[in-house]
């Protein structure tokens, strides 16, 4: 299984940027993980024959993919940039029946739902399999060790269960045999 990850942030570093690199950290064994890193090369989707490179190499990771994991800041209003790549997927309907994750984390309850509500609306208008779920993280609390690794029991039972969405044979046990 290959799933393609894709951070709404350009600011490497950033919160969503290092929760996305610690929730492939959090993927079975043999799942295979790319971080897709073009989203600041995405124009503004406009309908013609020309598609730009940056869309072409975003649409070659999708459809070899088997999913997609996103995460989104806890923003009302996706990043332009985000939404751009989503236009350009929807219209070449590569998202088209595709199993995406997104999780979204915001320091409060209502940040995290506004965008995970526009980043759905989004993504099934592209005719995408949605799932996912809303963090609420506590500013304050540390969330990373030095590797990258999740530190909380809690958020890395809540991204697992993200995970478990997309990949669910390789996660869950294997059925006992009578």
């Not at 610690?22 to 993980?33: C, I, K």
């Not at 020309?50 to 975003?58: F, G, M, N, Q, T």
Request: proline share 7%; charged share 15%; aromatic share 6%.
């Amino acid at each position: 299984m290959k799933i393609i990850g894709i951070a709404a942030s350009l600011h490497a570093g950033s919160f969503i940027n290092r929760l996305l690199e610690a929730a492939g950290g959090e993927l079975p064994e043999g799942v295979d993980f790319e971080v897709w890193q073009g989203l600041g090369e995405i124009p503004p989707y406009t309908a013609g024959p020309a598609v730009p490179a940056s869309v072409r190499e975003l649409s070659r990771l999708v459809a070899s993919s088997d999913a997609v994991l996103v995460t989104a800041p806890e923003h009302s209003l996706l990043p332009a940039e985000l939404t751009y790549a989503l236009d350009w997927m929807a219209a070449l309907g590569e998202l088209s029946g595709k199993h995406v994750a997104a999780m979204s984390a915001s320091a409060r309850a209502c940040g995290a739902m506004w965008a995970q509500a526009e980043l759905y609306k989004q993504l099934q208008g592209a005719g995408a399999v949605v799932m996912g779920a809303e963090l609420v993280i506590s500013p304050v609390w540390p969330h990373f060790d030095e590797d990258g690794h999740l530190t909380s029991p809690d958020l890395r039972a809540q991204v697992r269960a993200v995970i478990g969405q997309l990949c669910p044979a390789q996660v869950l046990e294997p059925a006992l045999s009578l």
